[in-house]
């Protein structure tokens, strides 16, 4: 039943009138509990405005994604790791990446990934590869195992696993380029300092999300205003 609702998203009754919840705002709701508090999303009408934008990004085949200008405490970080972790827990042999004003904000951005996905619930998280509280990387795929017995059967085969990458990179303009990825959090993108110039660096990202004139990936780009003079 988690899973249906997770796939087709859910209608529930807010004070007499219907209103419908996108499959990652469910995720975010239910399941994906945030580093901050210890706890979970709680509805906000707002917030919800945002999943239906997001999703309708995600469904137009002729959008590579959108740019989101905020306020302070949004939930916008918070709304694109929902994406994020929906897809990337249940699709295979994907790239999935996050950057952020500075490197340690991207490492931040990708903790909060990272706590999520070690908080699901064990029929949503898929088998990880390495340590699941690794603070570079996570990797879905088949975990290393070099004892005698499955020496002698010598299974290499990963096609049971998602083989699936998430990471974060560097505030730099080369960051991501040629590196095609399904989706990608690019946050606090307008508070880039010089001399790495985010327009430039999408210019290097968004050719890797179109194939053959198709979209093939979505970027979910975010961020609060800055003086011109300092990424803005």
Not at 21 to 36: F, R
Not at 82 to 101: E, Q
Not at 172 to 194: C, I, Q, R
Request: with cysteine; glycine share 8%.
């Amino acid at each position: 039943e988690e899973f249906r609702r997770r796939r087709e998203g859910l209608w529930f009754m807010n004070n007499g009138e219907a209103v419908y919840l996108t499959p990652a705002h469910y995720m975010g709701l239910m399941w994906n509990e945030m580093i901050e508090t210890g706890g979970y999303k709680e509805f906000r009408m707002a917030q919800a405005n945002m999943y239906y934008f997001a999703k309708a990004c995600l469904v137009d085949p002729r959008s590579v994604g959108f740019f989101f200008t905020k306020g302070r405490r949004t939930g916008f970080t918070e709304m694109a790791l929902d994406h994020i972790v929906d897809d990337s827990t249940s699709t295979k042999n994907k790239k999935y990446g996050i950057t952020s004003k500075t490197g340690d904000d991207a490492i931040v951005a990708f903790t909060k990934y990272s706590y999520i996905i070690q908080n699901l619930p064990f029929f949503f998280q898929p088998v990880v590869k390495g340590k699941i509280d690794d603070i570079k990387k996570m990797f879905f795929g088949k975990p290393s195992d070099n004892t005698k017995a499955n020496k002698k059967i010598k299974d290499t085969s990963t096609n049971d696993y998602l083989n699936t990458l998430i990471d974060y990179r560097a505030t730099t303009t080369l960051a991501y380029d040629s590196v095609a990825m399904k989706m990608y959090l690019g946050d606090e993108a307008g508070k880039w300092e010089k001399p790495n110039n985010y327009v430039d660096h999408w210019s290097n990202v968004k050719p890797t999300m179109v194939q053959g004139g198709r979209v093939v990936g979505k970027a979910f780009i975010g961020s609060t205003l800055n003086p011109k003079d300092k990424g803005g």
